[in-house]
């Protein structure tokens, strides 16, 4: 029997998703906030532009350092499970029942199991990172590679919604045209969710256009009032 093949790329859907829906979401805010203020196309491109630039730099360093400081925090607690096991052997041969116990297992089955966990010294300290501690070994997290991801992405996703400000000069016009392609590109990470997760196309891109739509509207909202405040 054949088994469907698992799409690799899906360890990285976090990264996509996030990144993606990001570009977009701020591309889309920002062009309706300043389209209230702006009536040249030229002005609204050049700055968006720049907008969606700083913002996927700072969406990739953040990432990068959000990435780099998980994995940092895994290797430390590893150092100190090593030295756990080397140093308070018994106390820790006792936290492995305990794990197990909490499980459901008892008598010679746990005993078992508790003989077999801490005869292999790599099966220990994963089964303390991950039961004890909540710690999984993210392995394909590159802290470079997923910050060039996300603010790759974000980018993507993010330029569309400029290019009716590059072809039209009537900014209402283009404002409309780019409210449009932001809502299709919405609907292509939708897709993208739907192809990793195995969920209906459609819920899941209406989920992504209704988030998107919320978040754009309400950094609208913020920019109005601070406007209106200043």
């Known amino acids: 029997m054949e088994t469907e093949p698992h799409p690799t790329w899906g360890k990285y ?4 998703v996030f990144g993606a829906n990001d570009g977009v979401v701020t ?9 209230q203020t702006s009536v ?18 700072s969406m990739a360093l953040g990432n990068f350092l959000a990435v780099r400081s998980a994995k940092q925090f895994y290797s430390a607690e590893l150092e100190r499970e090593n030295w756990e096991i080397d140093n308070l052997r018994e106390k820790e041969i006792e936290e492995i029942g305990d794990i197990y116990k909490n499980m459901g297992f008892s008598g010679p089955e746990l005993n078992s199991l508790v003989k077999k966990v801490t005869s292999n010294r790599d099966l220990w300290l994963k089964v303390m990172m991950r039961d004890e501690l909540g710690l999984l070994e993210e392995e394909n997290k590159k802290p470079v590679w997923n910050g060039l991801i996300i ?11 400029l290019l009716p400000f590059l072809l039209l000069e009537e900014v209402k016009a283009a404002l409309i045209w780019s409210i449009i392609i932001s809502l299709l590109v919405m609907f292509g990470i939708g897709i993208i969710r739907s192809l990793v997760n195995k969920t209906k196309i459609w819920t899941s891109s209406i989920e992504v256009i ?3 739509i919320l978040a754009s509207l309400i950094g609208f909202i913020a920019g109005r009032l601070t406007g209106f405040v200043g």
């Open 27 to 35: 591309a889309l805010g920002f062009l309706v906030g300043i389209t």
């Open 40 to 57: 040249e196309s030229q002005f609204i491109l050049i700055s968006g532009i720049v907008v969606i630039i700083a913002g996927a730099v």
């Open 210 to 212: 209704i988030i998107g």
């Open 151 to 161: 603010g790759t992405v974000y980018i993507i996703a993010g330029i569309p919604a």
């Open 13 to 16: 859907i976090r990264d996509i």
